[in-house]
């Protein structure tokens, strides 16, 4: 029996009008689908779906363990591909959804090594949530000899304090509880004029405000803070 092929599917940052046509007709025609979820149960990427779910699908849900520690990670990756493989092996395709794009932080690229030698994997690329932010605030994110870079918020302070300091536009992703940290480096380098704060962008709880008013504390996992060194 031929295998299944799996799609990866990436559905933007939030609003379901932003999913492609491509990944709306595949998933119209796969018999499976797959979307990561949180421990509470909870999916953004299905609720992005919904729209475009035919009845009868089959449904795995993928639970991945959100912690500092790699290693229950590593296991619940192991877990899933071994879920999706079971549905290639039978011959029915999988359509694994996304948030924003696939190969953009995503846990999808850590399926797509674990699968990648065995099945045919076509991968759907999607808004995602860098030109959402930008959108949302109205900000352009680079033009003319602009740098832009992309940073990850887990970094070290010192770390962050090097690439911003180096940089025309920066994205800061994966805020959190780590908003002490950027807020600090931000400060330190004299851009707090030109940061802002973009919270669950194009989504019906979106937030977009000047970093200088967002309050101490940890906050939600999807935030964005863009800098502009030279837009104050």
């Not at 689908?33 to 475009?52: K, N, Q």
């Not at 035919?54 to 192991?78: H, K, S």
């Not at 950027?182 to 400060?187: G, L, N, S, T």
Request: aromatic residues 6%; charged residues 20%.
């Amino acid at each position: 029996m031929t295998t299944g092929r799996i799609y990866g599917l990436g559905l933007g940052p939030g609003d379901p009008e932003l999913v492609t046509m491509k990944a709306v007709r595949l998933m119209r025609s796969v018999p499976v689908i797959a979307y990561p979820r949180t421990a509470a149960g909870a999916s953004l990427v299905r609720r992005i779906a919904a729209p475009y779910l035919p009845p009868g699908l089959v449904e795995v849900p993928l639970d991945t363990p959100m912690a500092v520690d790699t290693a229950p990670a590593q296991a619940a990756y192991d877990a899933q591909a071994d879920l999706l493989a079971a549905h290639l092996d039978a011959g029915r395709d999988v359509a694994l959804l996304c948030e924003g794009d696939p190969f953009l932080y995503g846990s999808f690229m850590y399926l797509y090594d674990r699968l990648a030698d065995r099945y045919e994997i076509e991968v759907i690329p999607g808004v995602c949530s860098i030109t959402a932010c930008a959108a949302a605030a109205g900000l352009p994110l680079a033009g003319r000899e602009d740098v832009l870079t992309v940073l990850p918020a887990t970094l070290p302070e010192e770390t962050l304090m090097r690439e911003l300091s180096e940089t025309s536009a920066a994205v800061i992703m994966k805020i959190g509880r780590h908003i002490g940290k950027v807020r600090r480096v931000v400060e330190a380098l004299g851009c707090m004029g030109g940061a802002t704060y973009v919270e669950r962008a194009l989504t019906p709880e979106q937030r977009v405000l000047s970093l200088a008013k967002v309050p101490d504390g940890e906050i939600p996992y999807f935030s964005t803070i863009l800098v502009f060194r030279d837009r104050d």
